[in-house]
């Protein structure tokens, strides 16, 4: 996603907040196991199809990984929905067996933090720092 698509997205949470709609969501979960099974079950998450299949729920805003240059061992997921019960049907969604198994087959332990969106916005402050 390119920083003015991240922009764009942050000015629609804003109007969603003012519309109603609740605040979005951010959950970043890194997954982390010994080798590269991080990586291995990532790779599987995308070439099952369970990444598209989340990427198309209702609500779903972003569902990317990353992988940290410094360690090889962890991927980052950066997973964003619209509101806490766009989650929450996620959780009681069929990927869900498959994510747990997936994580079960690569042994992977995760460290999770949770966002809010910033009703806000980015302030005027930070956005002269920011090349679109």
């Known amino acids: 996603m390119s920083l003015s698509e991240t922009i764009q997205q942050l000015r629609l949470f804003q109007e969603r907040k003012q519309m109603g709609d609740g ?3 951010t959950v970043n ?3 982390t196991g010994e080798k590269n099974n991080a990586r291995k079950f990532a790779e ?3 070439s099952s199809g ?5 990427r198309a729920e209702k609500g779903n805003i972003r569902y990317e990984y990353f992988f940290p240059l410094n360690d090889e061992s962890t991927v980052l997921l950066i997973d964003s929905w619209e509101n806490q019960q766009a989650i929450d049907v996620h959780h009681e ?6 994510i747990i198994a997936l994580r ?3 042994d992977l332990h ?3 933090e949770r966002y809010v969106s910033d009703e806000e916005g980015i302030p005027k402050t930070d956005a002269v720092f920011i090349k679109e």
């Open 110 to 112: 995760m460290k999770v």
């Open 50 to 54: 369970t990444v598209a299949k989340i």
């Open 44 to 46: 599987e998450m995308i």
């Open 29 to 31: 979960i890194y997954y």
């Open 23 to 25: 605040m979005a969501l």
């Open 93 to 98: 969604s069929p990927m869900m067996k498959t």
């Open 104 to 106: 079960e087959k690569y």
